[in-house]
Nanobody, 124 residues
Framework: QVQLVESGGGSVQTGGSLRLSCAVSHSSSSSYCLAWFRQAPGEEREGVAMIDRFGRAVHTDSVRGRFTISQDSTQKTLILQMNRLKPDDSAMYYC??????????????????WGQGTQVTVSS
């Protein structure tokens, strides 16, 4: 069983930065694909970035160059550093995990474990 708890959300102005953290509780003998998703009101949940146990990261086009996903060596802390934030980045941000060595895709149904979310609001 995997438990995820996000923190670090808040309100910033356009161009500002936020750093989201996710505490991941899991069996240390397992490997995971960890990811960040976001969901704005009335929108579908969308993948933001993912990282596998080897540290290979993928970022979706809309955040590439502005956001960076990272993790510690034990995969028990997941980070999303968000720079040059825009109002379109406003959403509830969720961390997610799947029990796999590799990240195959950034689709919601592929991830079995989810946190409760942390709100990010970017004002213009």
């Amino acid at each position: 069983q995997v438990q995820l708890v996000e923190s670090g959300g808040g309100s910033v102005q356009t161009g500002g930065s936020l750093r989201l953290s996710c505490a991941v509780s899991h069996s240390s003998s397992s490997s995971y694909c960890l990811a960040w998703f976001r969901q704005a009101p009335g929108e579908e949940r969308e993948g933001v970035a993912m990282i596998d146990r080897f540290g290979r990261a993928v970022h979706t086009d809309s955040v590439r160059g502005r956001f960076t996903i990272s993790q510690d060596s034990t995969q028990k802390t997941l980070i999303l550093q968000m720079n040059r934030l825009k109002p379109d980045d406003s959403a509830m941000y969720y961390c997610a995990a799947r029990d796999a060595e590799y990240c195959y895709n950034l689709r919601t149904p592929s991830f079995a474990f989810w946190g409760q979310g942390t709100q990010v609001t970017v004002s213009s």
